[in-house]
């Protein structure tokens, strides 16, 4: 694994490389895709040991570079993640193949039958942190989803990926498809990004799958289309209409089942008409469990000690024990809140009352709207999606947990009989 | 209508506002939306004297600024496109509403139902020729799929597309819907289009519909996605086992029922097997209709005095009565030469042969695929669209025709009765 002398001319190879391949990987059947995924699987369980020992030699030079324990944690390969890893491209492989489906046609007064056909959308380029399960993740659903794909893992976890990828190329060639439709990029050089990120030509969609900065810096560099969030500010409102029992266990499981992760509660909004009979009890679940409240003058009053919340607060994604609260006077209150300092990821209203919440999820506009549920249920797995390469807050092509068919496009087919326009 | 001295504060408060209106407009139902429709179209009958009048003013400019006829004959309003723009809105209005539908709900193991809504994408920007027309009927698409949406059009056309938004304001008032849902571009001053492309802020996706200097150039400056299509490199290919009857009509048809327009047949590729039975016959019609033929060596070896192709006719967009042959032997080298030279937007193949029909549609990777059907079928109200903002060649988002579901996006929508996350 040398790191290529000159990454521009090493990453253009590598963009070429993988549109050639892409037109190969369209047009593979469901079956040949699935063989791959399969063979994929088990190249992975038999290197296990290999793919432990590349690992750790990347844990190795990441633990010199004085990397953190959170971050070793999720670079460190182990016999059991390897198999969730195995396993997770089996699930993939029993996911219904997008490609190829052809929505219901219909005739028109020509006698032309039009209708569309799902399609892969070509090369898709892969940016994440050194997390190497993500490597085998993202290739499978690429590789499903019939595009090719460029993956660029953390520099620190460049051994692994080279390993890993390298089942996933036995499983490929197994069931007769190029080698090309996956590719990692095989250098730490963080030029490469650059590369990656200025190759129009070459790859259709960006996924960045990482930190807010690494996604500005898409934003800022990048001219090729990509599926992002760039933040998770999610509120739940508890509606004057909330059962109060639904509204404490779902505010409660929106902060606290996990804090780290972009679906998390950041701000409660309460109607100020049933704050005296929730708030304080939530804040009682709340100091127990080490949450931090930030309130407005109102939600104050109902809780002692409660510390006064700034305008930054409402905008904060805090991704730790740490909660905005505010009291409105309404439904209408609660949207405006959102719409000023959301971020268009996930929102949730509780309430029994069927207009208020119809109002809610037609107006609030994020990439999910729940209605008495957490928000931590805006996930592809918990959707049905079977997996997610990540989640969108764009509104073009693909919004909230992206799929498979997120992955896809449409075109438009038509069949005739010798029409002619007239 | 004074062009106003200061461009960019001008632009900035009409994207500000357009922010506002979006998201009134975005949450009115579908009669409130027709009845603003109805009214408008109401208001463009009644003042039809008035708007022949301001755009005969246009017209004057434009003929003293030396615009040739068919530049003049697209900027002229007559009784009869005014009737044509006010049966526009009216057609619209029949249309189905995309907006607030909600694709199947489906349960989850965790009791939560998840289903997808059509929600409007916000701001529209849309650039566009001298054609007043464009005015009306991009307006009524905006506003049915519950957009705001910046009016652009030609310089040579500002009073006319003043006096038609005159018409759309009356409506959305008379609807209770904000005016400024629909605004026009106000002033003839060039600088204006730049500085649309440059409010990444307050639009959310560009439709630029005019030529392919114009297309550029919004590739080239602005950051907001659009919806476009560059080129439209046509091709028909007549297979081995083509009904030739049919294929001669679809060949004919494709090239000359209109020249000048993006889904003509730009390059004509014919099975080597089929080519003595079609290609001499189609060589006399096209004769006769005045079509300059360039072909490869096989195609002139069938038809005497046809001109030979340069490498560069294979990429040509003629937009005129100029057509490139090619004979290719088989249906691999007619994908081969659509992939290297084609545009994505719409290619067609004449056969009677259900497999190769099957590969073509599958793998041709066009925006349109057609079997035995004319090209120029690649239209919205030719595929029931209703209607049509454009013609998409991206894969992102939308491709081939846009339509009102075209100008929309779908959010996740979850149904709780109190599912927490575990």
Chains 1, 2 share one sequence.
């Not at 992975?44 to 750790?56: G, H, P, T, V, W």
């Not at 499983?171 to 590369?195: F, I, M």
Request: charged letters at 25%.
């Amino acid at each position: 694994m040398n790191a290529p002398a000159d990454i521009k001319s090493y990453m253009l190879k590598v963009g070429q490389r993988a549109r050639i391949a892409a037109r190969a990987i369209a047009r593979a059947d469901t079956e040949t895709k699935n063989r791959a995924l399969l063979a994929a699987a088990g190249a992975l369980r038999r290197d296990a040991k290999k793919l432990i020992s590349e690992n750790a030699a990347d844990v190795l030079s990441a633990r010199a570079g004085d990397k953190d324990a959170a971050f070793i944690d999720r670079l460190t390969l182990t016999d059991k993640t390897v198999e969730a890893m195995a396993r997770g491209l089996e699930q993939v492989a029993k996911l219904p193949d997008p490609v190829g489906q052809i929505s219901e046609l219909r005739q028109q007064p020509s006698g032309i039958r039009v209708g569309r056909m799902r399609v892969p959308l070509g090369v898709i380029g892969i940016i994440y942190e050194s997390r190497p399960n993500v490597t085998a993740d993202a290739a499978a659903l690429c590789l499903k989803s019939g595009n090719a794909c460029i993956l660029r893992g953390g520099s620190e976890s460049v051994r692994s990926n080279v390993a890993i990828v390298a089942c996933m190329h036995e499983g490929l060639k197994a069931a007769g498809l190029p080698e090309n439709a996956v590719q990692v990029v095989a250098t730490a050089d963080r030029a490469a990004v650059g590369q990656l990120l200025a190759m129009n030509e070459y790859v259709d969609i960006i996924v960045p799958r990482g930190g807010k900065d690494l996604i500005e810096r898409v934003m800022r560099e990048s001219r090729i289309p990509m599926i992002k969030h760039l933040d998770g500010v999610c509120h739940v409102y508890i509606d004057e209409g909330a059962d109060p029992d639904k509204a404490i266990l779902i505010a409660d499981n929106a902060k606290t089942q996990r804090y780290g992760v972009c679906n998390a509660m950041e701000t409660l909004l309460v109607n100020e008409k049933i704050a005296p009979r929730v708030l304080p009890q939530l804040a009682k679940i709340y100091a127990d469990k080490g949450v931090e409240l930030r309130g407005d003058e109102e939600a104050r009053k109902l809780v002692a000690g409660m510390k006064p919340a700034a305008e930054d607060d409402w905008y904060a994604e805090y991704l730790a024990p740490i909660l905005a609260v505010r009291v409105v006077k309404d439904l209408d209150a609660a949207m405006n809140h959102i719409a000023k300092y959301g971020s268009q990821h996930t929102d949730a209203i509780v309430t029994e009352n069927e207009t208020r919440a119809k109002r809610f999820l037609r107006e609030v506009d994020s990439s999910s709207v729940l209605v008495n549920a957490s928000t931590r249920f805006a996930d592809g797995f918990e959707y049905g999606l079977g997996a997610e390469v990540g989640i969108s807050t764009d509104k073009l092509h693909a919004r909230g947990p992206v799929g498979l068919e997120g992955l896809t496009s449409q075109k438009f087919v038509v069949f005739g009989s010798g029409q002619i326009r007239t």
